[in-house]
Each structure stands twice: as C-alpha cells, then as structure tokens.
C-alpha cells in the first residue's frame, strides 16, 4: 500500500499549545461513531495505524475497549519494529476517549492522549492532543517527524471510513 494523500489532508494541523503538547486536528468524511469506530476496533486499526507505505503493517494490535482496559499496537515497518502500549482511562462513545501511550523504548515517558471527535456537518473534527511528561520529552516527539507519519495515518484513515461508508 502506497501513501498518497487523503481527500482531506489539508485539514489536517499540528500546534503546540503547552510547552507539554502536542494538538493535532484533522476533518473526516464520516459521522462521529463511524470514525469512533475505525479508531477503536482492532480489525480497522490494523488498516490505518502506522501504515506509511510498502512494508508497513500491524502484526500486533490488541484492544480491550473500556475504563481500566490495555491496548498494545506493533508497528512493522522497514527498519523493524516498534510498541506502543497503554490504558484506556476515559471512554463517552462516540466523542471521546482518553488513554495513556507508551513507546516501548521509553517506557518511563508515558503521555496521555484525548481524543475528541466533533461532529462538523455529515464530518468529524478529530482533536487529538497528547500531553508529555516535559517539554524535553514533546520535543524529541516531534524531532522524529511524528507530524508527517500521524498525517499519513490520518490520510489512510479517511481512507478507511470512506470504505466502510460505502
């Protein structure tokens, strides 16, 4: 699978609102609970997640979808692999869900990340802000080019709830 843009990647903005934060926005060609559900069942998550180009997948995504409940997602990509892993602490379908990250490589550097879906219309607003331990932490964050793999994320995501939609 081959990134290309999405229907609506120009809507697509990351700022940073604190010295921990990182927002990003991002407009979707679906109702609220259909993008809810692409962000949060393993089935669709596997199609959009980390999926920057050829050689990318998700061999390892688990999701137990409630307070207290863990995920972990494995990113393959061309130079290995990466974990991610967290707990879901907030959940009000289809608006808002609340959760820890943590980059198996750092894992005394968790973030919390809400995630907020408004609805715009037959769309969604996506607003996604991710809190950092530091201002060290969110700078190495977006050292690594997060900005440009979360836009294409997104883009493949737009993609997949055009699918489901259809």
């Not at 949060?40 to 959009?48: D, G, I, K």
């Not at 808002?96 to 879906?117: G, I, N, Q, W, Y």
Request: aromatic share 10%; net charge negative; charged share 25%.
């Amino acid at each position: 699978m081959l990134a290309s843009p999405g229907v609506n990647s120009a809507t697509f903005q990351v700022t940073t609102p604190s010295d921990e934060e990182i927002r990003m926005t991002r407009l979707f060609d679906a109702p609220p609970a259909l993008v809810f559900e692409a962000m949060t069942r393993s089935e669709h998550v596997r199609e959009w997640w980390g999926r920057l180009g050829e050689g990318y997948s998700v061999p390892v995504c688990e999701i137990d979808l409630r307070v207290g409940g863990k995920w972990k997602f494995v990113n393959r990509h061309p130079n290995g692999e990466a974990t991610f892993y967290g707990e879901y602490l907030e959940l009000d379908p289809p608006r808002r869900v609340v959760f820890t990250e943590t980059f198996a490589d750092f894992p005394d550097s968790p973030s919390t990340v809400t995630s907020e879906l408004v609805p715009e219309g037959a769309k969604t607003r996506l607003i996604a802000t991710v809190r950092y331990p530091s201002k060290d932490v969110r700078d190495m964050v977006i050292a690594t080019g997060m900005s440009k793999g979360a836009g294409i994320s997104y883009d493949r995501l737009d993609d997949l709830v055009g699918r489901l939609q259809a």
